[in-house]
């Protein structure tokens, strides 16, 4: 296994047993986020902007990126709810809580997960 970073170390060693991890990952052109069951060792469903078309965004104040990472959380946000899935811990990966990353977070909190 690869090396792991500081800040993932410290996320996974806060980690409730009973909660489930929305992890998030971005690159220059996409973004992903899955949920984890750290016990189990299982990703529990899956989401990411590689198969969304790009749409008319619904509000002007956002760009092209946000409106797509807003799509993303609620895509996870629905497939968690067909899971059963309610409360989650959200790991931001070492990304600042800023821009597409808020943007996801926000919109599946809307949506009706926990954080």
């Known amino acids: ?12 060693k806060n980690l409730l047993p009973s909660r489930l991890r929305l992890c998030v990952h971005r690159s220059a052109k996409h973004i992903y986020a899955q949920i984890i069951d750290d016990i189990k060792g299982i990703t529990l469903c899956a989401a990411s902007s590689l198969n969304l078309q790009e749409g008319t965004r619904a509000d002007a104040g956002m760009t092209r990126k946000v409106y797509i990472a807003d799509q993303v959380g609620r895509q996870i946000a629905e497939k968690a709810k067909e899971k059963g899935v309610t409360k989650v811990f959200f ?5 600042k809580y800023h821009g597409r990353v808020k943007q996801l977070a926000e919109s599946a909190r809307r949506e009706g997960l926990i954080f």
Do not use: L
């Open 1 to 12: 296994m690869g090396t792991v970073s500081m800040n993932h170390k410290r996320t996974r």
């Open 91 to 95: 790991d931001r990966n070492g990304y």
